[in-house]
């Protein structure tokens, strides 16, 4: 069940990709629903055929609406996954005994990238000042 979950909500996918085809799914299901519910709810007040173009217009509103979601959504996913993944690298630089690596967030990074971020800082700091205290320790 897990695994299925995983697929089906795109887990196993970079951020910048599964993020904004999460965003357009949703909005698309809920997209097509609402001239559907319109039209069954209007087809019993006025002519059907008033009813199936007073949806059909909503479903076009929609789509237009829906692509500048996706649209934004999209811009949105690639600059918090550049973050996320300039976090990562800087993760693996710290592992590498990289400690001079310097990292700029954007501006509008995610509290949780943010938050990453200083703590592995503090890591950094406290390898830093772990590996001056090997240096300085006298050998016998």
Same mark, same amino acid.
């Given at each position: 069940m897990k695994k299925? %979950?995983?697929?089906l909500l795109l887990s196993d996918l970079r951020p910048t990709i599964s993020y904004p085809v999460r965003v357009l799914f949703f909005y698309s $299901?809920?997209?097509?629903?609402l001239p559907v519910i319109l039209y069954f709810? $209007?087809?019993d007040k006025m002519v059907p055929a008033q009813a199936f173009e007073v949806a059909e217009k909503l479903l076009f509103y929609e789509v237009w609406v829906g692509i500048t979601v996706g649209f934004v959504a999209?811009?949105?996913a690639f600059l918090v996954g550049s973050d996320y993944l300039r976090v990562k690298e800087f993760a693996k630089r710290i592992a590498r005994g990289? &400690?001079?690596?310097?990292l700029k967030l954007?501006? &509008?990074?995610?509290?949780e990238v943010v938050e990453l971020?200083?703590? %592995?800082t503090k890591l950094r700091n406290s390898l830093v000042?772990?590996?001056e205290l090997l240096r300085r320790r006298p050998t016998k």
């Open positions: 299925l %979950l995983r697929i $299901l809920v997209a097509c629903a709810n $209007l087809r999209f811009i949105y990289e &400690f001079n690596y310097e954007s501006s &509008f990074a995610d509290k971020y200083r703590e %592995l000042i772990s590996q």
